[in-house]
């Protein structure tokens, strides 16, 4: 693990919340001279405790108003096929592989019920090596930005 003090942690905090807060305002929300906060950015991007800049991108807004986790078991010699099929389907956003009772997880969107419905039986059914699925469509959402706190010291 890489070492981070609480300036890192602080930094990393406002930055998730906002990665397009400027320079001289995020020193001033934290009270830390410009040039300071510019270099640590710098070196955390250096360091890879900062991979990317990015944005949310507000799918609802896009006509995308069904999401869905779906676990699927597989047949794991074919894990591969399955994972590059499933990355070809239209609405695919996301594959983890995890523990439990599936293999995988998939995160998808789509503009309507019937339209994830269509991608569930006729696209992702049709995988050859799927073996079963589940899916559980998402009713309501909250998140929370995760807070890169200093940890505690053990003393």
């Given at each position: ?32 001279n410009s040039s300071v906060v510019y270099s ?18 507000n799918d609802s807004e896009l006509g995308y ?78 998140t929370k930005a995760m807070p890169y706190m ?6």
């Amino acid at each position: 693990m890489t070492k981070v003090d609480n300036l890192d942690l602080q930094i990393l905090s406002e930055l998730s919340n906002d990665a397009s807060i400027s320079v001289p305002r995020l020193s001033k929300k934290i009270n830390v001279n410009s040039s300071v906060v510019y270099s640590r950015i710098k070196r955390l991007v250096k360091r890879k405790l900062i991979e990317r800049f990015t944005i949310v991108v507000n799918d609802s807004e896009l006509g995308y108003n069904v999401k869905a986790l779906t676990g699927i078991n597989m047949d794991t010699k074919k894990r591969n096929h399955i994972i590059e099929e499933l990355f070809k389907i239209e609405g695919v956003r996301e594959i983890a592989e995890v523990t439990g009772r599936f293999d995988i997880l998939v995160t998808m969107y789509a503009r309507s019920l019937d339209q994830m419905h269509k991608i569930v039986s006729e696209r992702i059914g049709r995988i050859e090596g799927i073996q079963s699925s589940e899916s559980f469509i998402e009713m309501k959402t909250r998140t929370k930005a995760m807070p890169y706190m200093p940890s505690e010291s053990s003393d």
